[in-house]
């Protein structure tokens, strides 16, 4: 069991997937992600890929996030998200049954922030910066966070600005 670490549903916690396919990031690198780009996200549309239970959506929206389009190609994360939105009581946000790729190249939204968590055996994430590139999905001054298992070097679109080390996740702050 997870929990959310700030913002109006403090310490509420939320369902994980029923499968071993994912992994849920720990509270502390949550806190820590938000600690670093700005605890308060007022009026902010997230995206969150991969989104498995959640977490970050619905810490963003704790935290004041306008809306979430949360990205999952399996039931089980479908279901745990549906789950923790009814739980919270919350209804602004979209689920969309698709592998992040095929979202991104569909949709029209722009976002503020997106999370990229992909599961750790799954090679994407540069693939993954193309299309957002490619398509313009990050607002101007958006920031996109990436989670791994090992350190990485990104494409020519984006820069590092931070970099933080949890054990076995890596997480990198990106901005243009």
């Not at 977490?55 to 704790?62: K, P, T």
């Not at 994430?125 to 990436?146: T, Y």
């Not at 020519?156 to 931070?162: A, D, I, N, Q, T």
């Amino acid at each position: 069991m997870i929990r959310i670490t700030g913002g109006k549903h403090r310490s509420r916690k939320l369902v994980t997937p029923e499968t071993n396919l994912t992994k849920p990031t720990m509270d502390k690198v949550r806190a820590g992600v938000f600690n670093a780009i700005g605890n308060h996200l007022d009026g902010k549309v997230v995206l969150d890929l991969f989104s498995g239970s959640g977490s970050y959506g619905f810490e963003a929206i704790s935290r004041g996030a306008s809306f979430v389009d949360f990205v999952d190609q399996t039931k089980f994360s479908m279901n745990a998200v549906k789950e923790n939105a009814k739980a919270l009581n919350e209804n602004n946000y979209e689920f969309h049954f698709y592998d992040a790729l095929s979202f991104l190249n569909e949709t029209n939204n722009k976002f503020d922030l997106i999370f990229m968590d992909p599961p750790y055996k799954l090679d994407i994430i540069n693939e993954v910066l193309d299309v957002i590139e490619k398509r313009q999905v990050l607002n101007k001054n958006g920031a996109i966070i990436v989670e791994s298992e090992h350190e990485i070097t990104f494409n020519e679109y984006y820069v590092s600005k931070r970099h933080y080390s949890y054990g076995l996740a890596h997480v990198y702050v990106l901005r243009k």
